[in-house]
């Protein structure tokens, strides 16, 4: 089973969630081999209930993954803290969506939920716990508390950060980092555009359908990362039509988009 576990459903935060853009990545998603992926976009992007709302008419949910058209979606979505950083959750639709709801008040620069309240929080509701491109110079974790991070289910091999440093650079930051705190690694595209998916996958040594059997399966290693030979090609492509298509709306690039243009 090959899954993606950093995924995004829409172009960007200040984007409205497009049914056709959607359903052209789950498309692209599929014709890249993918069986499966966890849907994590940003906590604070406009109308991030309204998403899974569309979603509910768009494709049926059997309680643990919505089935679209082939594609297994887990139900997520990646959250900022106070000490900066960012905190991919995975789990059952309406475990997210409690947990969004307590997030309320912490949508906004400086008022972001502290790590370990945020760690208190998904636990409570059994939530999987992935550090999101640790080693991100933008947005890092490494510099947090060991036992805190410690703490997370995984951390994520980014194909975004592959591609601004290097797959064999990248992975010597992450690897030991992630192997002295007795976490695994797992692989997320970053894909908000859908030409990045395959990038970077992960090759599940057996089938999973719930959420717990994922976390099972990457805590025995049940698994392997595939970087693609064309990462740099597909993330390129991806950054070079993400900013296209914001122009056309009239979005200005964040400060990491424009790191990205220049790489």
């Given amino acids: 089973m090959n899954i993606d576990l950093h995924t995004h459903g829409k172009l960007s935060k200040k984007s409205d969630f497009s049914v056709e853009y959607f359903r052209q990545m789950v498309s692209e998603a599929v014709a890249n081999g993918l069986q499966a992926l966890a849907l994590t976009e940003h906590f604070n992007t406009s ?3 309204g998403m899974y709302e569309t979603l509910d008419r768009l494709y049926p949910y059997n309680g643990h993954y919505y089935e679209a058209d082939g594609l297994r979606i887990f139900p997520g979505m990646e959250v900022d803290i106070s000490e ?3 905190i991919l959750l995975i789990g059952l639709k309406e475990d997210i969506l409690s947990v969004r709801s307590a997030l309320e008040g912490h949508t906004r620069e400086g008022e972001f939920i502290p790590f370990e309240e945020l760690l208190d929080l998904a636990d409570r509701y059994g939530l999987w ?3 999101a491109h640790p080693f991100r110079t933008s947005t890092p974790l490494h510099h ?3 036992q805190l991070l410690a703490r997370l289910d995984a951390f994520d091999l980014n194909a975004k950060d592959i ?16 192997h002295r705190l007795g976490v695994p690694v797992i692989a997320g595209s ?3 555009q859908c030409l990045q998916y395959g990038s970077v996958v992960n090759r599940l040594e057996l089938e999973c359908s719930t959420v717990e059997e994922l976390r ?8 392997s990362i595939e970087v693609s030979p064309c990462l740099h090609t597909k993330v390129k492509g991806s950054i070079m039509m993400k ?21």
């Fill in 190 to 192: 970053d894909s908000h």
């Fill in 144 to 146: 947090l508390d060991p």
């Fill in 47 to 49: 109308n991030f209930f």
């Fill in 216 to 223: 099972a399966a990457i805590n025995r290693r049940q698994y």
């Fill in 243 to 263: 900013k296209l298509l914001k122009q056309m709306h009239g979005e200005a690039p964040s400060r990491d988009e424009e790191a990205e243009y220049s790489a």
């Fill in 129 to 131: 716990k992935i550090g």
């Fill in 163 to 178: 591609y601004m440093q290097g797959a064999d650079t990248y992975r010597a930051l992450i690897e030991p980092f992630a």
């Fill in 84 to 86: 900066t950083g960012h």
